[in-house]
């Protein structure tokens, strides 16, 4: 198996209020096949799918599939970006689950949850700058 990740599948109970929420933060969706929205990222594909759906596809009770127990992270070029994207996150009808803050390894961050549920970090890292097109690697673009 390669070391990538291809796509990454949200379940959202409300396909059509996760849609709204992504393209009022300025993403644009692409064609796709009928029951899913997908946006293309950098490298990989963010997809929406219906919760139900997703665990039927797994074969287990919607129960099963938890929620919470990860973050999606959005990494920004530098420390104001957090708050600003954070504001925008907010304007878009998500929840701020905590504000823009310094932590203990030198990086600044913030978290909030979309109204799908799905948690975002969105953070600023000082050891691992994006590339021009906003690409992001653990040791950074130099």
Not at 72 to 84: F, G
Not at 91 to 117: C, E, N, Q, S
Not at 122 to 134: E, R
Request: a negative charge.
């Amino acid at each position: 198996m390669e070391q990538r990740i291809s796509l990454i599948t949200l379940g959202v109970p409300d396909m059509d209020a996760a849609a709204a929420f992504y393209e009022a933060l300025g993403w644009q969706s692409v064609p796709a096949q009928e029951g899913i929205i997908a946006y293309d990222l950098i490298g990989q594909t963010l997809g929406l799918y219906p919760l139900e759906n997703l665990a039927r596809d797994m074969g287990l009770p919607v129960d099963d599939l938890g929620h919470g127990a990860m973050t999606l992270a959005y990494n920004v070029r530098d420390k104001q970006d957090v708050a600003e994207t954070l504001n925008a996150a907010e304007a878009a009808g998500a929840t701020i689950l905590k504000p823009a803050h310094d932590v203990f390894w030198g990086g600044h961050i913030g978290y909030f949850r979309a109204p799908d549920g799905c948690i975002w970090e969105v953070a600023f890292n000082p050891y691992s700058p994006l590339a021009a097109d906003g690409a992001f690697r653990w040791t950074g673009y130099e």
